[in-house]
């Protein structure tokens, strides 16, 4: 009978284990002080899609918090890169979905939550691949025969 219950432990054992290297660590103890401040947290939690799932798309969202750091309403996506396919435009919203729910609630110092709440933030999310050369810049650069 005991050897029928150390598997179901060691199982246990590595979803805990596993479950603590998915889930996110707080990015910081203290409270977010300048508006600098919370563009960086939002940045050092954003993770883009794999290049296997989408192109670089350079993302633009509409959000807004409360005093408390909760966001208030709906993030609203207010630009996209030209010539995104909708798989590569569906792939990047839900990563900035999914990082606005790892960051949030911030923790605002008091003066900054009196300050932001309510206001609009226009955030940026971008990746710093390279995205492949347009044909038409390339084209005066081949040699011609004559």
């Known amino acids: 009978m005991a050897r029928r219950g150390k598997p179901v432990f060691w199982f246990a054992g590595v979803l805990l284990i596993l479950t603590m290297q998915v889930l996110p660590v707080p990015a910081a103890?203290?409270?977010?002080?300048?508006i600098r401040q919370l563009v960086?947290?939002?940045q050092q939690c954003w993770k883009p899609p794999a290049r296997s799932q989408a192109r670089a798309v350079d993302v633009?969202?509409?959000v807004s918090f409360t005093r408390d750091g909760v966001i208030?309403?709906?993030p609203r996506?207010?630009?996209e890169t030209e010539g995104a396919s909708d798989n590569d435009r569906l792939a990047y919203r839900i990563a900035v979905m999914e990082t606005l729910q790892r960051c949030t609630p911030m923790q605002f110092s008091e003066g900054l939550g009196g300050?932001?709440?309510?206001?609009?933030?226009?955030?940026r999310f971008w990746t710093r691949r390279t995205s492949p050369k347009p044909a038409e810049?390339?084209?005066?650069l081949t040699p011609k025969i004559l």
Request: no cysteine; proline share 6%; net charge positive.
């Open 60 to 62: 633009t969202v509409l």
């Open 137 to 140: 810049r390339r084209a005066w």
């Open 72 to 74: 208030l309403g709906q």
């Open 40 to 42: 960086e947290r939002l």
């Open 115 to 123: 300050a932001v709440a309510g206001r609009p933030f226009a955030i």
């Open 29 to 34: 103890a203290e409270p977010v002080d300048s």
């Open 77 to 79: 996506v207010t630009y």
